[in-house]
């Protein structure tokens, strides 16, 4: 995903989210398939079924992009309750623990800062369907079996500002 390929998908009424690396991949992996963001419902309630671009610039020698759909969008009051209702699974699979995802959510987006932005949106992604992983490659994700899963330290937050 090189960004030498960007202009081609690259439209600027398209929501654009910069995302860290490590957070990217996963998305790529068909691990991560929600996305949080802190804000109000109002703010992200018109992406759901709109393309959506994740834009890496952490290495400007080579930053990375993937592109992909928002599905639904919901609405959470907290980062506790967004792990606890989305499934720290779905949203930071490389943490490995919802105490590990909930500490890397907190180093972008403190908690104090979701309370006054108005809480945080989930975002589902929706996978280019070429790159969908097939229904036995979800299960065996989901049960920790696939080669990658569920590692990682979590101590690296995820998320880029937007």
């Known amino acids: 995903f090189k960004m030498a390929d960007a202009p081609a998908i690259f439209d600027m009424d398209q929501l654009t989210l910069r995302i860290r690396r490590v957070w990217l991949d996963e998305i790529v992996a068909g691990r991560k398939t929600v996305e949080g963001r802190a804000g109000p419902l109002s703010k992200f309630e018109s992406e759901a079924g709109k393309p959506v671009l994740f834009l890496c610039d952490e290495d400007l020698r080579e930053p990375q992009h993937f592109a ?95």
Do not use: D
């Open 68 to 162: 992909a759909r928002v599905g639904a969008v919901r609405h959470h009051a907290s980062l506790a309750e967004y792990l606890a209702k989305e499934g720290w699974e779905r949203v930071a699979p490389q943490c490995g623990s919802p105490a590990a995802a909930l500490a890397a959510y907190v180093e972008v987006y403190p908690e104090e800062y979701v309370a006054a932005v108005g809480g945080i949106c989930a975002l589902e992604i929706i996978l280019p369907e070429a790159l969908a992983p097939t229904p036995a490659a979800a299960s065996a994700a989901a049960s920790g079996h696939a080669a990658g899963a569920g590692g990682g330290a979590g101590a690296e937050a995820g998320l880029g500002a937007q």
